[in-house]
């Protein structure tokens, strides 16, 4: 079965410190990746996605993911973490049977950011 | 940029009333529509998905009935709960697909709608 998987419930890092959010992704052919952020009570915010090319995305507010083929990860990082940065994020993967253009979530990874 | 417009963004109603929520594509045209249910600090559960002019495909264990879909242009999809109940309070998303990305997989999500059956 196709799934992403975040194994963290929760993230916490100091400001000014680097951060990472793990994801790993279980599918058939070639995943099409994405990271969203969520804030209280809104829709998704869209921060990067890979479809092809470059393993290195980089995305909005600074962000950006590696894509391990070999270690089905796409993990989101970011240099040095903002106080805005506490969110929930979500990992996803778009499934490559049919053409229905489905996604799915991960668990979702709550980010808190500490001055 | 592309921008999905749902309202209303929380509503409060008594059992057994019906409740529509609306998303609406304000400067591009979605041929498929998703809505998705998300429970407090949960992953987003995708309810069912929807293409223009054609019936919502719905996912295992969402009641059809109960939960109405309709998508009748491509700026205009509308999820409507009927005779709501408490276990129906959630917050709901929409996310619509972008008819010229797809090679992309662009997709544009709601603000969501929160809600509350008393």
């Known amino acids: 079965a196709q799934s992403v998987a975040q194994p963290e419930d929760q993230v916490n890092v100091a400001e000014g410190n680097p951060l990472t959010v793990k994801c790993t992704y279980s599918v058939s052919g070639n995943p099409y990746l994405f990271w969203y952020v969520q804030y209280p009570n809104r829709g998704l915010q869209f921060l990067l996605k890979y479809i092809t090319g470059d393993n290195l995305v980089k995305g909005s507010y600074g962000f950006e993911a590696e894509f391990n083929k070999s270690q089905t990860s796409f993990h989101l990082k970011k240099p040095s973490a903002l106080v805005s940065d506490s969110a929930l994020y979500f990992c996803?993967?778009?499934?490559?049977?049919?053409?229905?253009?489905?996604?799915?979530f991960g668990q979702g990874t709550t980010l808190q950011v500490k001055p | 940029g592309a921008v999905v417009s749902q309202h209303p963004s929380w509503v409060i109603c008594k059992s057994g009333t019906s409740v529509k929520i609306e998303c609406r594509s304000l400067?591009?045209?979605?041929?498929?529509m998703f809505w998705y249910r998300q429970f407090p600090k949960q992953s987003l559960m995708l309810m069912a998905t929807s293409n223009e002019g054609s019936k919502a495909t719905y996912e295992q264990g969402v009641e059809k009935d109960k939960f109405l879909i309709n998508h009748a242009s491509l700026t205009l999809s509308t999820l409507t709960v009927t005779s709501a109940h408490p276990e129906d309070s959630s917050f709901y998303i929409c996310?619509?697909?972008?008819?010229?990305?797809?090679?992309?997989?662009?997709?544009?999500f709601g603000s969501g709608t929160r809600l509350t059956v008393v």
């Open positions: 400067d591009f045209q979605a041929t498929t």
């Open positions: 996803a993967v778009r499934l490559s049977s049919g053409n229905t253009g489905k996604l799915i």
């Open positions: 996310s619509a697909r972008r008819a010229t990305d797809r090679s992309e997989g662009g997709y544009t």
